[in-house]
């Protein structure tokens, strides 16, 4: 079954920096590929998803995503992260009818 | 539309004790999956369901058991509560028409196993 990985288990950023979290699938083939988040408190919400196509993935509140087959990548960034992105972040695989993700990164974005 | 809703919202179980949560969802989603959060384990799956009346065992099974009588509804049962059944329950549905489907998540379910 497909996996992912994530290495960035907890993050500290300062507003306005730069973002990238890190996400590893482990082999190739036909990959479906997500990125959740989860707001404190909050259910899981889709931030973006790869299936096909054009590997840089534009998502919700000015996220991004790259999938790099030769890397067996695909990570989460944003250019200029602000305190309300203070959330989990949780990459995901499609693998045989459900998702499998990973471990989650905590992202704490200080004033 | 309420999209994915989980009852009830905390519950606290002495061992032994059981119960059955529930998951709704009135999207008209093929798929149902049950998913549990503990800290520094992500998400992981503990069944699902493909359809009305089908259910499938998912990376963390044992000590669960579910039934989806209702293509809206799917339920989690915990026979015997235990204390490392102590964590966050996630319901989710998808369309079922393929791997780029979005699961839509409810609001979780905080359990505690005294």
Redo the contacts between chains.
């Keep these: 079954a497909q996996s992912v990985s994530q290495h960035n288990?907890h993050v500290i950023l300062s507003e306005a920096a730069s973002l990238e979290l890190g996400c590893n699938y482990s082999y190739g083939g036909?990959v479906?590929l997500?990125w959740y988040v989860q707001y404190p408190g909050?259910?899981?919400?889709?931030l973006l998803?790869y299936?096909?196509g054009d590997p840089l993935v534009k998502g919700i509140k000015g996220f991004e995503a790259e999938f790099i087959k030769s890397k067996f990548s695909f990570n989460l960034r944003k250019p200029s992260v602000q305190w309300s992105d203070t959330a989990e972040y949780?990459c995901a695989v499609?693998s045989g009818?459900?998702?499998?993700?990973?471990?989650?990164t905590s992202l704490l974005v200080t004033p | 539309n309420a999209g994915v809703t989980q009852t009830p919202k905390f519950r606290v179980l002495k061992t032994g004790q059981s119960m059955t949560l529930l998951c709704a969802q009135d999207m008209n989603h093929e798929?149902m999956?049950w998913?549990r959060q503990d800290p520094?384990?992500?998400?992981?799956?503990i069944h699902?369901s493909?359809g009305e009346g089908t259910t499938?065992k998912?990376e963390v099974p044992d000590g669960y058991n579910v039934s989806r009588l209702k293509k809206q509804n799917f339920l989690l049962g915990l026979e015997s509560a235990a204390p490392s059944q102590t964590s966050v329950y996630?319901c989710?549905s998808t369309q079922g028409t393929?791997?780029?489907d979005?699961?839509y998540?409810?609001?979780?379910t905080r359990l505690t196993v005294l």
């Design positions: 288990h036909t479906n997500f909050q259910h899981l919400q889709l998803k299936f096909s949780f499609y009818y459900a998702l499998n993700f990973g471990k989650g | 798929y999956y998913y520094g384990m992500g998400l992981r799956l699902y493909v499938a998912g996630f989710a393929g791997g780029a979005t699961q998540f409810g609001p979780g």
